[in-house]
């Protein structure tokens, strides 16, 4: 099959509104709106790295809900902003408790894990809510 052609069936099927094509248009506005969370972060980060997270993690949240609402799920039509920033940004709140518990339960119960080991279970923390994030957006927000 040629490249284009394989493009194009990769193409309509992200423009799809089933399951996989949502989960990958879902990883592509996390990627956006990580680039959101680094320009905010270095904009504010004079101020102190707590500032630079804080601004960033606000910043990259509105970005990413809003993206999800239009892109994602494609629940514009039927779901207002201030719904989608409002379950959006709760569920990122959690999540963020979530892996910081996580996190902080691992150092605790296996405080010798090596950094290999401690990066693992990082991607598979984040991989974890990530996923549980996006199916309660996509079940219970949009």
């Keep these: 099959m040629p ?26 506005v996390g990627g956006c709106s990580n680039v959101g969370y680094v320009v905010s972060f270095m904009a504010v980060s004079g101020i102190g790295p707590l500032a630079g997270n804080i601004a960033g993690s606000i910043v990259s949240t509105a970005i990413a809900n809003e993206l999800h609402r239009r892109l994602t799920f494609r629940a514009a039509g039927r779901v207002r902003w201030f719904t989608a920033q409002w379950g959006g940004g709760g569920l990122a709140l959690a999540g963020l408790l979530i892996s910081t518990g996580t996190l902080a339960g691992l150092a605790f119960w296996a405080p010798g894990l090596g950094e290999a ?26």
């Design 3 to 28: 490249c284009t052609a394989w493009a194009g069936r990769v193409m309509r099927s992200l423009r799809g509104d089933h399951l996989l094509a949502q989960l990958a248009r879902f990883a592509l």
């Design 117 to 142: 080991a401690q990066a693992g279970a990082v991607i598979a923390i984040m991989a974890t809510v990530g996923g549980m994030r996006f199916l309660a957006l996509r079940g219970f927000v949009f």
